[in-house]
């Protein structure tokens, strides 16, 4: 490995962001980053513990008053200066992103594009947090409801988004009045470090936004516990979701949690093919197949399991893999060579139990990379149908009618994302409805958009983030009533 940071990439900030201060840990210690495809080392942050993290719970809880009472016009123009900020340079932070995550360089532009837009639509959304009059049961009173920000609020988030993640949290809470603190993933520390670099140079007084690195369980036990913080976001694990949920009952803080998925993706008799091969490759292959809401079960109807999973394979046969930083690049490495283990274990796993590879299967000894895969004659109770894949690889079921793959699709604990493929619009209702997952792609598999709410439903978690939607998460709702004479 070579044990040279890349001192070259611009906006790499090795030091956590607290108050208005970068600072190192008060032991020295430090977290290393690697870049997962060649595992060079990019850089150092600092190992914060519990001091820390409580100096920045002071510090979002001192400027919180102030932030809340800053018009809400002022605190979208400083939105609206971090938008500006990440666009500016989105060729430099894509390439930090790509240097920590992997993902290929494209896909990381797409991904700083991404995140200023939750910038640019919550700017704007700081000035919609309307109350409500409600018309008294009596003359002689008035009710009121009015909106008012949570507090402090706590974010942790997953390293596949490392920048959008971050974004998509904090904008909802800064344009809310809530002051923010983030403990982004430790593989991927610097695209939300550089997001603080845009919050200093927006000018957000001192506190407002804090990004504090380290080793996750003292630093989440430390925010868990401390009842200044009113509101948990995580994005992550349903495993560490429950727990964060457990641990955060001693101080009820409010809690937003995006957890794990298990997709289906339906093709019926009457889908067209060609599109639906087309959104597949979108949603299964994008950051290597390491999306919460990629697909992880595909169920093709019998009369075109042949034929979609021919074109399937031929699309995917075209795919280059490869490092992140080259252009020709379409999928990445995965995040760690543990992460390819576990994969490559769930697909020779189901090989054994009878699966059958038509496409690729097997972990690149050179890095962490799997190639396309494709298994099909899979069946329901094998690991990899209940478990997420997290990687691209693409399991095939068929199956005969509409009723039978209703149960397919729903046969999970999980209920983030789902996908079908039709032409008959009755259907289309009908699976919309019948589906229970929080979001639903009809012949589409682009579903992650600012306007809309994404989330989850059963253990895939509550609450919704982007959206008018997600300012709510944020706010709390204040009724008053008053008696008047007359």
């Known amino acids: 490995m070579n044990n040279k940071p890349l001192q070259t990439i611009p906006l790499l900030k090795q030091l956590a962001f607290v108050g208005d201060n970068w600072i190192a840990a008060a032991s020295g210690a430090s977290l290393y980053v690697q870049n997962p495809a060649t595992a060079e080392l990019v850089g150092s942050v600092p190992n914060l513990c519990e001091k820390e993290t409580s100096l920045a719970i002071s510090a979002a809880s001192e400027a919180f008053e102030g932030w809340a009472k800053t018009p809400a016009a002022q605190r979208g123009r400083k939105l609206r200066s971090i938008r500006d900020f990440l666009l500016r340079n989105i060729s430099d932070l894509a390439k930090l992103l790509t240097c920590e995550q992997g993902k290929p360089l494209r896909e990381a532009e797409k991904e700083i594009e991404y995140s200023a837009s939750f910038f640019d639509w919550f700017s704007e959304e700081a000035r919609r947090t309307y109350g409500e009059v409600i018309p008294s049961p009596t003359k002689d009173h008035r009710i009121l409801v009015t909106k008012e920000p949570v507090g402090v609020c706590a974010a942790i988030t997953p390293w596949n988004f490392p920048s959008a993640m971050v974004a998509r949290k904090m904008a909802a809470a800064l344009a809310a009045g809530c002051t923010f603190i983030c403990k982004p993933a430790s593989e991927t520390p610097f695209s939300a470090l550089a997001i603080a670099l845009a919050a200093e140079h927006a000018g957000l007084p001192a506190g407002v936004v804090n990004i504090i690195t380290g080793d996750p369980e003292p630093i989440a036990h430390t925010l868990l516990a401390d009842s200044r913080v009113r509101k948990i976001s995580f994005t992550g694990s349903t495993e560490v979701g429950k727990l964060l949920m457990q641990q955060s009952a001693a101080t009820l803080k409010r809690l937003t949690l995006e957890l794990g998925g298990n997709a289906p993706f339906i093709v019926f008799e009457d889908a067209n093919i060609e599109q639906a091969v087309r959104g597949a490759m979108f949603a299964k292959y994008r950051n290597a197949g390491q999306?919460?809401?990629?697909?992880?079960?595909?169920?093709?109807?019998?009369?075109?399991?042949?034929?979609?999973?021919?074109?399937?394979?031929?699309?995917?046969?075209?795919?280059?893999?490869?490092?992140?930083?080259?252009?020709?690049?379409?999928?990445?490495?995965?995040?760690?060579?543990?992460?390819?283990?576990?994969?490559?274990?769930?697909?020779?796993?189901?090989?054994?139990?009878?699966?059958?590879?038509?496409?690729?299967?097997?972990?690149?000894?050179?890095?962490?990379y799997i190639y396309p895969t494709i298994l099909t004659h899979?069946?329901?109770?094998?690991?990899?149908?209940?478990?997420?894949?997290?990687?691209?690889?693409c399991t095939i079921q068929s199956f005969a009618d509409e009723s039978s793959v209703i149960g397919l699709a729903n046969n999970t604990e999980y209920g983030l994302a789902s996908y079908f493929y039709t032409k008959d619009l009755s259907r289309a209702v009908r699976l919309t409805e019948a589906l229970q997952y929080g979001m639903v792609g009809v012949n589409n598999t682009v579903i992650s958009f600012t306007e809309a709410p994404f989330g989850g439903i059963k253990s895939s978690g509550f609450g919704r983030e982007g959206s008018h939607f997600g300012i709510d998460e944020y706010l709390n709702l204040k009724y008053s009533a008053a008696q008047i004479e007359h």
């Open 291 to 368: 999306t919460c809401i990629g697909i992880n079960r595909f169920f093709v109807h019998q009369d075109v399991l042949e034929p979609f999973t021919a074109a399937l394979a031929a699309a995917s046969r075209k795919l280059h893999v490869g490092n992140g930083l080259d252009h020709d690049t379409d999928i990445g490495p995965l995040i760690s060579r543990e992460a390819t283990k576990k994969v490559a274990e769930l697909v020779s796993e189901a090989v054994q139990q009878g699966a059958s590879l038509r496409l690729g299967g097997l972990p690149d000894p050179k890095g962490p």
């Open 378 to 393: 899979v069946r329901p109770e094998m690991r990899i149908c209940r478990e997420e894949i997290f990687g691209p690889v």
